[in-house]
C-alpha cells in the first residue's frame, strides 16, 4: 500500500482556479467602495473648509473666502495681520490638495471661491454656489448657499 501526503496537482488547481473567480468577482466592488470612500473623505474635507473659513471671519473679524484652485483647495483672509511686501492676505490652515489626498477631481459652477463677510454669512457669489467632487464615475455635489449653510 502506498502512502500519499500532501495534496495533487488537480486539487491544487482547482483551489487556484477557485481563488481566481473570487478575486475577480470581488474586485470591481472593492474599486467601487474605494472611489466611494475617497469622495466621501474629500466632502468631508470640503465641508471642513468651509467651517473653518466661516470660523475663521467671525473670530478675526475679517473677510474669509475659500478659493479652489484645480484640485486645492485652502483659506484666505483679508486684511493681513501682519504686513508682508507684495501681500495683502493671509492663508489660514494648509492647503488641501484633494487630488494628491483623495484621487478626486473638483470642478465648480461658475466661481472659483466663496466668501464670508466677518458676521460669518457667505457673500460675493449670489444665491449659492456648488462644489463637484468626482472620481471614476462617481461624483458627489456640495452646494453652499447666500448665507454660507452646506448641503450635501
Known amino acids: 500500500m502506498r502512502r500519499r501526503d500532501g495534496f495533487t496537482l488537480v486539487e491544487t488547481l482547482i483551489v487556484v482556479v477557485l481563488l481566481g ?3 475577480l468577482i470581488g474586485f470591481p466592488k472593492m474599486r467601487t467602495a474605494m472611489a ?6 474629500a466632502r468631508t474635507t470640503m465641508i471642513n473648509m468651509v467651517a473653518k473659513a466661516r470660523a475663521a471671519s467671525v473670530q478675526s473679524n475679517r473677510v474669509t473666502w475659500i478659493k479652489i484652485n484645480g484640485n486645492s483647495i485652502y483659506v484666505g483672509a483679508t486684511p493681513r495681520l501682519v504686513s508682508l511686501a507684495g501681500s495683502t492676505a493671509d492663508t489660514v490652515g494648509v492647503i ?3 487630488a494628491e489626498h483623495y484621487h478626486v477631481a473638483v470642478t465648480t459652477a461658475g466661481t472659483d471661491s466663496i466668501q464670508f463677510d466677518p458676521r460669518g454669512f457667505g457673500a460675493g457669489f449670489g444665491t449659492s454656489s456648488s462644489i ?3 472620481r471614476g464615475g462617481h461624483s458627489s455635489t456640495i452646494t453652499i448657499d447666500g448665507l454660507g449653510r452646506v448641503s450635501k
Open 21 to 23: 473567480l473570487i478575486v
Open 36 to 41: 466611494q470612500s475617497d469622495l466621501r473623505s
Open 96 to 98: 488641501e490638495d484633494l
Open 132 to 134: 463637484v467632487v468626482s
